[in-house]
């Protein structure tokens, strides 16, 4: 137990001057000294993050991999997210190395393979949402109707058709511009700055030891 | 194998790759979960790649590389002193250290000596983001907000009611009257005027994402399509 303090009392402690350096660094002139030591702070945890990320796919493959191993409900796309993880490891170290036909020579795979699989995956999934937030608008109206759900129908329906590009419907492509210039540049301001207090409030209590909660 | 094959393969794999997860449309099945297993995979094991190669090893090249050149390989110290290049070296495993504690939070007994780690991430993480939320927003919009007011006197001041309202929604201010709890009549006055300014701005937002969204869908159906009347064609 009382190890437990002594490693919670550290933790604190280096919270509390690690985010004090930070803050005096990043609030004086560039190419002074505190300036310096965070501009090489923020480098390490930049790093610290990259390793972070070996660590996140090191536990990744090893769920996926007690998952196969235990033939846990589901464990055949265990083994499709295995393999893909680690073809494209060892398809970028044969990159490097440099390994494919004259044909081939000097040709990177590893971006062709990005290009095909990541790239087509993620917009085949945002091509989706379509389908899903319509669908979502009009489950709003059906479920029940409340002035707000009007109000925000009526702020859909509108940023909407005033993008279509229809002849003699200036006044409702005015009318959105006007929506989005002002009262929703608005509402985004007031939302955003109350983002920017809240992040403050809780910053300060992280580093004046106030909130401890984050260590479980 | 030429170039040209690699990208055939490439358009067949993204072809089929989009049908499996527009079979969602049907219903939860094998293919779409197939293709988001597929998706876990090479995202994880690009973001390593990309770890890999952008930040940990030009890392170590300025650091611990250039002091086992000078050490070992007797490379060029470039007029800098030992001390110099030892402290280099140490700097360089430095984060190293910080990713040997965060590993020992997988084991339940020495989890607590892995918030050491985390400390120093959760430090610096919350300095910039205090210095991020002051300099790049608060301070900002709050000036824009102010400025609107010159450019028309009727739409700044929507503007200057709106964003003020907006924040006092979210305030929880309330008193003691007559046994009860309750908030001011002000305070539900202008929460009740945020809470306009809020709904309109979520459904504007939504409004925008469908936007986005429907043009990445008539991207993605056109690629498909061009890729496959191209083979059609011959």
Known sequence: MRRHRLTHFLATIIVISSGIVMLIGLSVKPGTMPADLASFTLEVVSVTAAIAVLLGLLNLLTVHLNRFIKAEHGWPYSIITLFTA????????????????????GEQVSPHLFEAVQVSLESALAALLVFFLVYAAYRLMRREVTPWHILFTMAVVIVLLGWIPLENTEALADLREWLVQVPVSAGARGLLIGVGLGTVTVGVRVLIGQDRSFWG | MTPDNLDLIAGWVSLVLTLFIFSYLLGDNVLYRIAVHVLVGVAAGYAVVVAVESVIVPWL??????????????????????????????????????????????????????????????????????????????????????ESIEDSALNGLIIMVGTITTLIYFQYYAVERGGDIVRPRIIRTASAVGRVFITLTLGALYAGAILTSLAIFSDVIRDQLQFILDRVGG
Do not use: C
Request: charged share 15%; no cysteine; aromatic share 10%.
């Open chain 1, 86 to 105: 680690i073809f494209v490891l060892v398809l970028r170290m044969l990159d490097h190395v440099d390994v494919w036909p004259d044909d081939m020579a």
């Open chain 2, 61 to 146: 090249n300025q650091t611990l590389g250039e002091t086992l050149d000078v050490f070992i390989f007797g490379g060029d110290a470039e007029g800098r002193s030992t001390l110099t290049l030892t402290w280099l070296g140490i700097l360089g495993i430095f984060p190293f250290l910080i990713g040997a504690l965060m590993l020992l939070k997988y084991s339940p007994q020495y989890a607590r000596v892995g918030n050491l780690g985390m400390a120093f991430i959760i430090g610096v993480g919350t300095a910039v983001a205090i210095v991020g939320a002051v300099a790049g927003t608060i301070i900002p919009l709050t000036r824009e907000a102010g």
